[in-house]
């Protein structure tokens, strides 16, 4: 016969000794762990303070509740656009940073989620409430993949060594959603294709993607395509005209 703790040695995984080992809670572990190569635990590396600020900005962007009254010159609590903005700062940062959980933020730093006026301490406004506070982790988890992709993304570019300025000017300051940063990253492997590093093969892989494939690098298509015919042709110089002209 087993002694109990035998039996729990027995049945516990590798993955669950990793989220023993850590001092985050489990369920924070398990609900993204598919930012990770593991299929059930979460390996990502957490925002750090640099990231705080611009995080702020794209969480509040996503929270469509606040507009009417924060947004609008008009709103109801438009002055206290940039207390908000503070609120769901400190609120990034006790989540993705101190990994405090949702319930332990609302219980004891709710202070922190409210405006006091300085008049009257009496008079508070709740800026973030119970299910903003959820939101903000669920979008959280969002910017933090987003990043991810963002970091993917400049390491192909510099693995390209190329030196694009319509990328470097126009793309690189737009790549504020995961479809735009998908978009460039095509962009970039249709142009420069026929890159010396980069003509065999190259990888891509992003681990909240809904499906996992086999093999981590894809293969560059060898035969050409019809796209790669005509944009080495007259048609593509014709193509370029055109659309400057359109421009002006």
């Given at each position: 016969m087993f002694e109990p703790s035998e039996i729990r040695a027995r049945l516990l995984t590798e993955d669950d000794e990793l989220i023993r080992g850590q001092d985050i809670p489990e369920r924070m572990q398990l609900a993204t762990s598919t930012l990770s190569q593991s299929s059930t635990l979460s390996m990502h590396r957490p925002l750090t303070d640099?990231?705080?600020?611009?995080?702020?900005?794209?969480?509040?962007?996503?929270?469509?509740?606040?507009?009417?009254?924060?947004?609008?010159?008009?709103?109801?609590?438009f002055r206290l656009l940039e207390p908000l903005v503070a609120s769901i700062t400190f609120a990034l940062r006790s989540l993705f940073i101190q990994t405090f959980e949702v319930p332990y933020i609302w219980a004891h730093k709710r202070d922190?989620?409210?405006?006091?006026?300085?008049?009257?301490?009496?008079?508070?406004?709740?800026?973030?409430?119970?299910?903003?506070?959820?939101?903000?982790?669920?979008?959280?988890?969002?910017?933090?993949?987003?990043?991810?992709?963002?970091?993917?993304?400049?390491?192909?570019?510099?693995?390209?060594?190329?030196?694009?300025?319509?990328?470097?000017?126009?793309?690189?300051?737009?790549?504020?959603?995961?479809e735009v940063i998908a978009d460039a990253t095509?962009?970039?492997?249709?142009?420069?294709?026929?890159?010396?590093?980069?003509?065999?093969?190259?990888?891509?892989?992003?681990?909240?993607?809904?499906?996992?494939?086999?093999?981590?690098?894809?293969?560059?298509?060898?035969?050409?395509?019809?796209?790669?015919?005509?944009?080495?042709?007259?048609i593509s110089k014709l193509a370029e005209v055109y659309f400057v002209s359109t421009l002006c």
């Open positions: 640099d990231d705080l600020e611009d995080a702020a900005h794209w969480v509040l962007i996503q929270l469509s509740s606040k507009e009417r009254d924060y947004f609008r010159h008009d709103g109801q609590y922190y989620l409210s405006h006091f006026n300085d008049s009257d301490i009496r008079t508070r406004v709740d800026l973030l409430d119970l299910n903003d506070l959820w939101r903000v982790y669920a979008v959280g988890q969002k910017y933090r993949s987003l990043v991810q992709r963002r970091t993917a993304l400049e390491a192909f570019y510099t693995r390209l060594n190329v030196a694009d300025d319509y990328f470097e000017n126009e793309i690189r300051r737009r790549t504020d959603s995961v095509e962009w970039l492997v249709m142009k420069y294709k026929d890159s010396k590093k980069e003509k065999d093969h190259f990888q891509l892989h992003f681990h909240d993607d809904e499906e996992q494939i086999d093999s981590k690098k894809w293969k560059m298509p060898s035969r050409i395509s019809a796209y790669e015919v005509t944009k080495r042709s007259i």
